[in-house]
Structure formats: C-alpha cells, structure tokens
C-alpha cells in the first residue's frame, strides 16, 4: 500500500476542515488531485474514509476507526523528520516531553533548564496538554515522556514518582470572604466553581470531592488553562481552584485571595512514565534520570 506524507496530511485536514475542496486550498492542492489522493486511498483500504455530502464530507464509522493509525503515521512522519533534523545538527537525538500547565510551571521548567545544562547535546521539545491527554499521548507514542496526576493514570506503564502539589482556594475578595481557617468540603460545595476542562487533573480533584457527599459537580464554568479561571474570579462569577505556585506565577493583585483546604482531598501526586523504543535509549535514560533526580 502506497501512503505518502501528503496523503497523510491531506485526510488530517480534511477531518479538520470537513470538506476535501477547504482542506485542498489550506495545502495548495488542486481539488481534483486531492479527491483523487482520497479515492485512491479508499480503494487500498478497501473502505470508505468519507461520506460525500451536498456541503462537505463527514467521517466514516470505518473511517473513524482508520484515522487513528493515519494519525500514528503522521506522528512517526513528525517523529522522523525531527529527529533528523536533530542529528544532522551533531546532537544525540530528540526527546518529547508531555506535562499538565501545573507541573510545568512549578517544576518541569526548572528541570528542562537543569537537563539542559547538563546535556546540550540533546534537543527537548515540550507539549502542554492536561493529564489524561498526556497519557493518550504515551500510549499512541506521540511523546516519549509524559508526566501526568497519578490518579488519573489509566496508563500500563511503569509510574515513577516525580512531585506532589495541593490546591488551594482563590476568591475575589469583594465578591467571597473566608475565614482564617482552613475551607472544608462543605463550605464550598454551593458556591459557583471555576474548573479546568474535561481531563485535567483539578477537575477530578472537583468531582472527587462532590461525590464524598454523594453530590454531582455541575461544572457551570469551566476554562481552558488557569488564566482564564482568574479572570473568571476578578469579576466574582466563581471562585477557583489552583496550586498556590501557580497563582503566584500570575503576580495576582491584592483583592485575589486564596485560602488552604482541609482535608486531602486537594493533594495531588505527579508520577513519570515513559516509552521506549521511540527515541535513542541512552539518550532516554539520560533524560528521565535527570527528571527524577529532585
């Protein structure tokens, strides 16, 4: 079966663009050569990718099933082409490290400028995504290290234990007031919260601590990274939950508050786990020995 790169791109951008005519324009093709590459495609597959449609194509149940292999195929492209840019630079190789916003801001980014002192010769490339998307990451072998909340691990792999880090309550002061002490479950749990989206870490802790009192969390408000939850909070619509480093990197004025949890509910583990047989294995080893070594 014949699958070249511009093939592979082309279904991709289809998917993304949901028309053969939007995706043939984004990567400079004639449409009639684009339909063509599709058909020619589906004929080896001996199976349908698309549904023709009077506005556009939709994606296949078979299709459906079939794109996360082409998506495989355009990792490993993506894998190939860096690593050999890397190593036609004299450098040992490229390793691709996952993480949550979190941990890369409190510790990953301190790492990565320590593992890079130490070994110059390697070229790193970072991907921020939330823990269960990392984990999805690992398992396609999209990345070849990814560190992610431990209990959200659905992973097989090996889990080596890199951090920990707790959340803490932030409010807008003239819109919430909190005691001195620290906030119980109970306290919070009819207040408007201010989450992470589906698959990250802090929106599990949410939910874990809804269900200890036998209670769904509604998720009314949820955001894409932290400075979105604080700009949610400024103006009182909620109050948030993140790790008092993280709030600090934000330089937050004085009407943002933030206030300790009880309990641990609010305590998270972060663990390590990597793939082997992606990237060169000294040059792996030499990585994740440095990532552990705090």
């Known amino acids: 079966m014949k699958l070249d790169s511009i093939t592979v791109q082309l279904v991709l951008t289809i998917v ?9 324009d984004k990567l400079n093709l004639a449409v009639a050569a684009a339909s063509k590459r599709v058909t020619d495609l589906e004929s080896q597959l001996g199976a349908k990718l698309f549904k023709r449609q ?7 149940e078979a299709g459906d099933r079939l794109l996360a292999h082409i998506r495989q195929i355009d990792n490993l492209i993506g894998r ?20 949550p916003k979190a941990a890369i801001i409190q510790f990953l980014a301190a790492d990565i400028a320590r593992l890079q002192a130490a070994y110059p010769q390697i070229t790193l490339k970072i991907l921020e995504e939330n823990s269960k998307i990392v984990q999805q990451l690992l398992r396609d072998k999209v990345i070849d290290v990814g560190i992610y909340e431990k209990t959200s691990g659905f992973l097989d792999l090996p889990q080596f234990a890199y951090r920990q880090d707790r959340l803490v309550l932030v409010y807008s002061r003239p819109h919430f007031q909190f005691g001195a002490g620290p906030v119980g479950i109970d306290d919070i749990l009819d207040l408007p919260i201010v989450s992470l989206g589906k698959g990250s870490a802090v929106l599990a802790a949410v939910e874990r601590a809804y269900r200890s009192r036998g209670r769904a969390f509604p998720n ?6 932290f400075d979105t939850m604080l700009a949610l909070v400024r103006h009182g619509l909620g109050v ?17 508050g933030a206030a300790e949890l009880e309990g641990d509910w609010h305590q998270r583990s972060y663990v390590l786990s990597c793939v082997e047989g992606q990237a060169q294995e000294q040059t792996l080893r030499n990585v994740v020995g440095e990532l552990l070594k705090s």
């Open 54 to 60: 009077p506005h556009g194509v939709k994606v296949t």
């Open 80 to 99: 190939l082409e860096g690593d050999a840019q890397a190593l036609g630079h004299g450098r040992d190789g490229r390793i691709i490290i996952g993480a």
């Open 16 to 24: 993304e663009e949901g028309s053969i005519s939007k995706a043939a």
């Open 240 to 256: 948030g939950l993140m790790p008092p480093e993280v709030l600090r990197s934000f330089h937050p004025e004085a009407a943002l």
């Open 220 to 225: 009314n408000f949820s955001a894409s990274g």
